[in-house]
């Protein structure tokens, strides 16, 4: 068999998001199919300039083809476009500009996967929302499994993803959450469809103590791993755990890991250590009381996984579905959605020993569950037996939705897309449903 996983960046040093996860579905199914990466010259997700060399080379024994990006990601512009199309009445020809705006624009890939899309067997999307998914899934939909990586995020509404959803053979979800929203808004159920998310490989030999020695900390303390964003929830974040510190406990600091788009404040009770090794993230894990993940907006969160899968209970942003929903089924951690709470919860967590032992076990119960390698690697590996079985029993499959002439791209008929998944039902979901 040989697949083609299509993803926006790719490469050994980019350690989150759906390109992680691309590039560990990649590496797990080498193993059993010729495998080959299509993605862009892109390094910097924020203006997507090319960086990295276009053609060919191995990552970790994959090929890897690079594509030009068209231009530059103009961030004004693409506000512009994005307020428009967001909170206003629109034409699908200005959704259509949007994705060209948001990048990255790689006409080179679409191009290719259009010569060249009938040599694989599957093409594998990362990401739904990007100009090579749309565009790319037009040419190869008899062939096209999508891993969405979608958040609660006003994209979701745009028209133009309808089809994206509908057109492909398979879904693969992150999560249950991310499966309802998409199906309440693209009516996309009768789509072959799992929810599978990420695996994690998590060391037996992280040391707390060597965490401690390297950064000389001393007090307990709840650990942040991530993009230090204002998109991740991280201004919220540093704002509550301040007040808490003041308020409720001055001996419990927050460690914060990651690269920094916005400020880390300066506080007695806060520790920035920046980009670390996988070796110190996990000893850092190992040391840690709790995770805390603030963000509004996820498909999935790798890291809870790990923390799962290392035994720390978690605290999580309510107000997100999936991180609530993912917490409360594996019993595995508390959640927040005000200062208040986030106060009584991370003060029970702080002081209660005995809770925080019992949501860790619960939690690596349920990572041995869901997220291990052998459970990720057994739901991809189903899902393509059963299209390649489909396809030897000569099963009807329907061919892609046309793209709209130019009548309909014209007309300014849609409703506001933030509009549309505001409408879709919130709160965690049933995974019996």
Known sequence: ???????????????????????????????????????????DYITWRNELTEGTEHINGIQVR?????????????????DHVFNNRHSIAEELDWLKAEGPMSQALVNYLQRTGSTYDYVIFFSYRYFHTYHGIQETSERAILVPTAERDPALG?????????????????????????????????????VVGIGSDVPSTSDANRFRARTKLKEPFALYVGRIDKNKGCDELFDYFCRYSKQASSNFRLVVIGEPVMPVPEHPQITHLGFVTDEEKFDAMSAAALLVMPSYYESLSMVIIEAWAMRIPVL??????????????????????????????????????????????????YYEQHYT??????????????????????????????????????????????EIVNLAPTGPHDQRN
């Not at 509908?166 to 799992?194: G, T």
């Not at 390698?373 to 489909?390: A, G, H, P």
């Open 1 to 43: 068999m040989k697949l083609a996983v299509v993803v926006q960046r790719y490469g050994a040093e980019l350690n989150g998001g759906a390109e992680l996860h691309a590039r560990y579905v990649s590496e797990l199914l080498a193993r059993h199919a010729e495998v080959e990466v299509l993605t862009t010259c892109a390094r």
């Open 158 to 194: 745009l028209t133009i993803f309808g089809s994206t959803f509908r057109n492909v053979r398979a879904v693969m979800y992150n999560s249950y959450e991310e499966r309802a929203l998409i199906q309440h808004i693209a009516q996309n159920h009768s789509v072959p469809n799992v």
């Open 316 to 365: 999580v942003n309510g107000q997100c579905d999936v991180l609530k929903g993912q917490t409360i089924r594996a019993n595995a951690g508390l959640y927040y959605e005000t200062y208040d709470e986030f106060t009584e919860t991370l003060r029970t967590l702080e002081t209660n020993r005995e809770l925080r032992n019992a949501l860790a076990v619960n939690g690596r119960t």
């Open 66 to 82: 690079r594509f030009p990006v068209t231009k530059e990601r103009d961030p004004h512009e693409f506000g512009k476009k994005s």
């Open 373 to 418: 390698w052998d459970v990720i690697e057994s739901k991809y590996l189903s899902m393509l037996e059963t299209l390649r079985q489909s396809d030897h029993n000569g099963g009807n499959h329907r061919s892609s939705e046309p793209e709209p002439g130019w009548l309909k791209r014209t007309r300014q008929i849609h409703a506001p897309a933030r």
